[in-house]
């Protein structure tokens, strides 16, 4: 037996675990290629992951546009990506275009801006969103609207409008960063859940939709992240929430996720999940034991409401 383990078996594995590393550097070197020199568009580029994910392709040679509703902190981000050095590859001159993604009317006239920049675009990141803390009885309906027209109807105005220029050329790349609770919704985020999973939604259809003409479409779908989510995260009444929650503190870094959503981009994943195991495997139990998620959730919620009464 040791014979045959010497002999067949190890030089086997040795092989494969070869095949599968050139495998690996292959994507890896094909990932840099498609993005050194793509035209990328970021929303919500002022702030946490959008931010991070605006240095992380810039480093990677990407053309970028750059969008938020602040116009002085996009020039602002502008002026540190130039000021930079610490990328061997060569580096391109961002533009910005400032729009408000609940202003539908505003988001035709942002895409022809945006068309101009380079001619067109290969690859437009949907990042930008906003987050929501109440119960589904104290919060007036004005809130749902705002958060599904900044995380869903904005989003998808965005992309309707720039899709005709990638179908034109046949080439394009829709991302969409979601969230876990764009697969599973949790108690006291019903409007934020909702907007997410309508999200995901849309853009698997698009995905299918997209096929014939060569539009790749990735959803990202993270957990927890460092950044000022909840601290702009809207209340039932439109008030800014303006805590720092400790899941949100002790979150992921937004470098890292950057990276893993230039990662994911570079080797264009369908859909991707960049979270810890619980969440994932809360996922897995949604799908396969919905009751005993149901029950987690009710419990949770419980906990919740008993926490902020005493
Ligand atoms: N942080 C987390 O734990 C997680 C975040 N995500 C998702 O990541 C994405 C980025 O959020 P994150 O970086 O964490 O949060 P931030 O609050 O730091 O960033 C949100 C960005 O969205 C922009 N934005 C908000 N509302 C609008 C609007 N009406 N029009 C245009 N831009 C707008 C903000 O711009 P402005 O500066 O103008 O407010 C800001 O640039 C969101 O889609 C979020 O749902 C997903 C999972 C976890
Ligand atoms: C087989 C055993 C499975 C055990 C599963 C237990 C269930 C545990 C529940 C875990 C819930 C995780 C929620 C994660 C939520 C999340 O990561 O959200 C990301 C965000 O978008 C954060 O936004 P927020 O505004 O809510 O901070």
Redesign the pocket.
């Known amino acids: 037996m040791d014979f045959i383990t010497s002999t067949a078996i190890l030089p086997l594995l040795f092989g494969c675990l070869g095949v599968f590393g050139l495998f690996q550097l292959l994507q890896w070197v094909r990932g840099k290629a498609y993005l050194r020199n793509a035209v990328v568009v970021i929303t919500g580029a002022t702030s946490g992951l959008g931010k991070e994910c605006a240095k992380v392709f810039y480093a990677a040679g990407a053309k970028l546009v750059l969008c938020g509703r602040n116009g002085g902190a996009l020039e602002e981000l502008i002026r540190e990506l130039t000021a930079s050095h610490a990328t061997k590859v060569q580096t391109h001159k961002p533009y910005l275009v400032t729009f408000d993604l609940t202003d539908t009317g505003a988001i035709v006239a942002a895409a022809a801006e945006i068309l101009q920049c380079f001619g067109y675009v290969d690859i437009l990141v949907n990042n930008a969103g906003i987050?929501?803390?109440g119960t589904i009885m104290d919060t007036i309906v004005d809130v749902d609207k705002r958060v599904m027209e900044t995380n869903y109807f904005g989003p998808v105005a965005l992309t309707k409008a720039l899709l005709p220029s990638m179908i034109k050329r046949r080439q394009g790349h829709i991302v969409a960063i979601s969230?876990?609770?764009g697969k599973?919704s949790?108690p006291f985020?019903s409007a934020?859940a909702a907007s997410?999973h309508a999200t995901q939604a849309f853009f698997d259809c698009l995905r299918a939709e997209m096929e014939q003409y060569e539009i790749e479409v990735t959803v990202i779908s993270?957990?927890?992240i460092h950044t000022n989510?909840?601290v702009n995260?809207i209340t039932a009444d439109g008030s800014r929430y303006g805590v720092m929650?400790t899941?949100?503190a002790q979150g992921r870094s937004p470098v890292e996720v950057a990276h893993d959503v230039l990662a994911a981009v570079g080797k264009k994943k369908k859909d991707v999940i960049l979270?810890d195991l619980?969440?994932s495997?809360?996922i897995?139990?949604r799908t396969l034991a919905p009751g005993l998620?149901f029950s987690?959730m009710a419990s949770r919620a419980r906990k919740e409401r008993k926490s902020k009464n005493s």
Do not use: C, H, V, W
Request: no cysteine; hydrophobic share 40%.
């Open positions: 987050s929501y803390r969230s876990i609770q599973i949790i985020r934020y997410k993270p957990g927890y989510l909840s995260a929650d899941t949100t979270a619980l969440p495997l809360a897995y139990l998620f987690l």
